[in-house]
């Protein structure tokens, strides 16, 4: 038997990766060490696209001589990105007829956690209005906003409204 507190050295070192959720190898493949010696194992972690953000826990199982020696717990955070994007940022309409739409916008979550979204303003302003004042878009995913107006028994004439669509704070 060695002693895996350092007073023997060790040989034939191998290594288990357990319980990962994404690819993880070693870098460095240390086969062997003497004794009191301490060597660092270096990992690369290919985490996926869109992959929850989030504490992701892995064992590192290092045997010698094929005689498991030492488990070690390693924690790899992923990231929260709260990336979006919009297909559009700007729609105009004739206001012909008096009630119609004006244009669809859809906004997509391309990051990996959910984001919640509030437009401003809310809902109507300027004989224009839109389907939500606020909405929560999962990761990966899209919602589209709808945006109409109606200028029934109003006067033709040329009008602006600039609605803002923005994540609320982490």
Do not use: H
């Amino acid at each position: 038997d060695q002693n895996c507190d350092g007073s023997d050295g060790l040989d034939g070192i191998t290594y288990d990766l357990i319980g990962f959720n994404f690819t993880v190898e070693l870098v460095d493949n240390v086969t062997n060490l003497t004794a009191g010696a301490v060597r660092v194992i270096s990992l690369n972690a290919t985490i996926p696209y869109a992959y929850s953000a989030g504490n992701n826990n892995g064992t590192i199982a290092i045997y010698s001589n094929g005689n498991l020696t030492r488990n070690v717990t390693v924690n790899i955070t992923v990231a929260a990105n709260r990336s979006w994007a919009v297909n559009q940022t700007f729609c105009s309409r004739l206001q012909v007829p008096d009630d119609d739409d004006i244009c669809d916008i859809m906004v997509n979550n391309t990051g990996n956690t959910p984001i919640n979204f509030t437009l401003t303003p809310p809902v109507t302003a300027n004989y224009t209005f839109v389907n939500v004042s606020s909405f929560i878009l999962a990761q990966q995913s899209s919602y589209t906003l709808r945006f109409r107006y109606n200028v029934t028994g109003v006067a033709k004439d040329d009008r602006n409204t600039t609605y803002v669509i923005a994540p609320y704070p982490d």
